[in-house]
Structures are given as structure tokens and as C-alpha cells.
């Protein structure tokens, strides 16, 4: 691949420093004033840079690879060459996050798109009526609205609009064309461009003639610290309750959650899930890519759901469940396996009758 010039190679850090910041051994002391300036795959990688393996499928690749350092469990080890320094870690995929985090701090969460100092840009508008503790970095034609509070340290991209009396905590980053209105935001939060925080529900009644009529939708949207929202979420607020997004839960892009769901804390939830009106998320969940929830339902603390599930009922805590509808997983593959084994047998009998 050719430079990156937007994610520039860092200065340089010592593998001993490095080590130490990771908790993570330097399996040859004698490399820890090697430096590491960049992360890659193990496949391209050239002097200077950082990567990890989890697996011995890596071998071949690791054999041909320049790289200046592997994070690695002890047990692969051995299969790293040796002009390549290994740092041992029991969780090399963490390390190796924290390890990107130091090297590209820049990559880690979206950056102004203008060079304006801190302070608010000229084509920017805030209300006169808005509170802006210093600090805050307002871009060229974002909107802040009357009796919004935003905290120390937050930064709003170009083009964002945050509605009259939204209250932003302090070290949030929210980027271009995002839309807040009717929420109250954390701190150190991430919200990515274009996702929409605090419209209407939808919840409709029936009407006196054919058609529908609008329930009002007076409800907040509340997300707690350390969240992060990915680009084109939609977050709807509450009913009459509040749309509640828990602390550390991280929002892939294009999720959808409904007026007056509750996500508890350190969720993940990946790409395309939607999510019905009403429903209770608990603490530590997973949700698989294109899962499809169900309004009204309860799914317990530490539930994964497999991706492009559909998910009806409650699932109870510590549960993993799959398939359309969700069910146990082990039912889940068992079916799935009964379904190839019947397919297989229609193909071997029709392959006979040709003969």
C-alpha cells in the first residue's frame, strides 16, 4: 500500500517503553531500544512497524514479513522469526489496540475537518442564550441552539446542529452534519458523522378513518459516558420515557434503536441492527450484524446473538442465540445442520436418477 499521509507514521517508541505501557513482556530484552512507528498485517509489513497473530494460520506470512515487532501469546512464540522482536501478551488483541491507540492517536475518533483554533469559527452560530465552558471548538456552520450547555474539551464538526437545551459533557467529539436534539450526552463521547440523535419515535394510532395518527413523542434520548455512536445511527427519544444509551456501549453505523429502548452498559452492537420501541437491552450484550429485535421484549446481561438473527421473545442472561427466530444456539446449529445434511441427500438421490 502506498504512504498514508492521512494517518502518518508516529515518532517512535521504544519496544521497552512499549512493552511497559502494554503489560506485556519483551521476550528479548536486549531489542527494547528497537522503535515501532506504525501498525500493520503481519503480510506487509516493512521496519518500523507493529503487529499481532492469534493463530499459527499467520506461519507463512510471518516468514516473508519485515516487520520490526509481533504481539503475540507465549505459545506462538516459536513461529516468529528471529529478526523479528516478540512482545508476550495473554490478550495480544487488546494489547494491540492499546498499542494503535498510542502509535495513531489521531485515528481515534474523527478530527476537525478545519484548522479554526479552539473557540467558535467564524460561520458558526450559537444562540446567545447557549453556555460554552472554554475549551469547546465550535466549526464553520454548525448550529448550537438556545440553552444548550456543552462541556470543557468538546469538539463540534462542521455542518452539526444541536438542538435548544441539549446538554454535551466534557471531551466529546461530535462530527460533521450530526444532528442532537432533545438528549443529554456524557462525557468523553463519540457520536460519527451524520448519525441523528433525538427525533421523533414512531408510534402511531390508529385513526377514526383509514390512516394512522401521530402519538407526540415527548421522551429524551440519555447516553451515558464513554459511548460511541457510529456514522448514520439514529437514535429515536422516548415516548414518554427516555431513550437510554448505556456507559462504555459502542454503536456500529447504521443501527437503528427505537423511542424508549434501554442498552445497558459496555454493549456492542454491530452494523444494520434494528431495534423495536420499548425494548430492554441489559449489561455486556452482543449483537450480531442485520439482527433484527423485537419491541417489548427483555434480553438479559452477557446474551450474544449471532448476526442476521431475528430475535421475538426474551432471551434470558448469559444466553447465546442465533438464527430467524433467535433460538439457543445449540438448537440453532443443529437445525442448520440438519438442513445441509437434507439438502446433500435430495442432491445424491437426483444425481442417481440422472444416471
Known amino acids: ?28 530484552a536486549e531489542q527494547a531500544d ?6 500493520s498485517p503481519v503480510s506487509r509489513a516493512k521496519d518500523g512497524d507493529l503487529c499481532y497473530i492469534l493463530s499459527r494460520k499467520l506461519r507463512a506470512e ?38 494503535g491507540a498510542l502509535l495513531h492517536p ?33 466549526e464553520p456552520m454548525a448550529v448550537i441552539g438556545k440553552g444548550a450547555e456543552i462541556g470543557e474539551g468538546t469538539h463540534i464538526g ?3 446542529v444541536i438542538g435548544a437545551g441539549v446538554r454535551i459533557g466534557r471531551n466529546c467529539t461530535i462530527a460533521a452534519g450530526v444532528t442532537i436534539q432533545y438528549a443529554l450526552v456524557g462525557n468523553n463521547v463519540i457520536i460519527h458523522p451524520g448519525a441523528r440523535i433525538g427525533q421523533d419515535g414512531f408510534g402511531y394510532a390508529p385513526g377514526l378513518k383509514p390512516g394512522m395518527i401521530k402519538i407526540v413523542q415527548i421522551g429524551r434520548v440519555i447516553i451515558q459516558d464513554n459511548v460511541e455512536i ?26 437503528q434503536v427505537g423511542h424508549n429502548v434501554r442498552i445497558g452498559r459496555q454493549c ?13 437491552i441489559g449489561d455486556g450484550v452482543m449483537i450480531g450484524g442485520a439482527s433484527g429485535i423485537n419491541g417489548h421484549i427483555t434480553i438479559g446481561d452477557g446474551v450474544q446473538i449471532a448476526a442476521m438473527s431475528g430475535v421475538v421473545a426474551d432471551i434470558p442472561a448469559g444466553e447465546k442465540y442465533g438464527g430467524i427466530p433467535a ?8 437445525d442448520m445442520a440438519e438442513i445441509v445434511m437434507r439438502s446433500s441427500t435430495r442432491v445424491q438421490k437426483k444425481g442417481g436418477n440422472d444416471e
Open 1 to 28: 500500500m502506498e504512504h498514508n499521509w492521512f494517518f502518518p507514521p508516529h515518532d517512535g517508541i521504544r519496544l521497552g517503553d512499549l512493552a511497559a505501557a502494554l503489560g506485556a513482556e519483551l521476550a528479548d
Open 34 to 39: 528497537r522503535v515501532v512507528r506504525n501498525v
Open 62 to 99: 510471518l516468514d516473508t514479513s519485515q516487520a520490526t515487532a509481533i504481539l503475540c501469546e507465549r505459545p506462538l512464540a516459536a513461529l516468529v522469526p528471529a529478526h523479528i522482536a516478540v512482545l508476550i501478551s495473554t490478550r495480544p488483541h487488546t494489547a494491540f489496540a492499546m498499542a
Open 106 to 138: 489521531a485515528a481515534m475518533r474523527p478530527e476537525a475537518m478545519t484548522s479554526a483554533p479552539a473557540g467558535v469559527a467564524p460561520g458558526a452560530y450559537v444562540d446567545p442564550a447557549a453556555r460554552l465552558e472554554p475549551g469547546v471548538t465550535v
Open 158 to 160: 462542521p455542518g452539526a
Open 230 to 255: 457510529g456514522a448514520n445511527t439514529t437514535v429515536d427519544r422516548g415516548t414518554m420515557d427516555d431513550t437510554v444509551i448505556g456507559e462504555g456501549t459502542k454503536i456500529d453505523n447504521q443501527v
Open 268 to 280: 456492542g452492537i454491530v452494523s444494520k441492527v434494528g431495534i423495536a420501541g420499548s425494548t430492554r
Open 327 to 334: 433460538r439457543p444456539m445449540r438448537d440453532f446449529l443443529r
